[in-house]
């Protein structure tokens, strides 16, 4: 299931189910890509207005920017779900066996690794925000701070 693609109610209900997925690296993925959509809504809002015609520019290059990241947030909300589904996966291996039991082992160990670094990708991209931000608070449509503060 795409986790990108459900309504709003349907994420949320899906989150707070029993269901594992989706977890905290998919909710900060998603949060992410809410804070680029304003980011870019802002820089939008400036676009094309007189008062801001000498930040027109820098407003076309920070809202291209902020849809680039947002789509790489959106990504990597079921990016967050799908590493985590290849722990839940490796857990269900086999482990009859010695043999058996290495393999899952390591299967375990590669995908928990696998899994925390979406997470960390998040935050790590997250950082970029802070200067589109930046940007479009101090520069941008002075009726839309608050949305670009957000």
Do not use: C, W
Request: charged share 25%; no cysteine; net charge negative.
């Amino acid at each position: 299931m795409e986790l990108k693609k459900m309504t709003v109610e349907g994420f949320v209900q899906e989150t707070s189910s029993s269901s594992p997925a989706p977890g905290g690296g998919s909710i900060a993925a998603l949060n992410a890509a809410s804070a680029a959509a304003l980011i870019e809504m802002v820089a939008h809002l400036t676009i094309g207005k007189e008062k801001y015609a000498a930040v027109e520019t820098e407003m076309k290059e920070v809202a291209e920017k902020a849809a680039s990241l947002k789509n790489q947030f959106l990504a990597l909300i079921d990016e967050d779900s799908n590493a985590f589904n290849k722990i839940m996966a490796a857990f269900k291996m086999p482990k009859g066996s010695d043999e058996e039991k290495a393999v899952r082992s390591k299967a375990i160990q590669e995908a928990t690794k696998g899994a925390a670094l979406v997470p960390f990708k998040v935050g790590e991209t997250a950082n970029e925000l802070f200067a589109l931000a930046d940007a479009v608070i101090t520069r941008g449509n002075t009726n839309a701070v608050t949305d670009g503060a957000v």
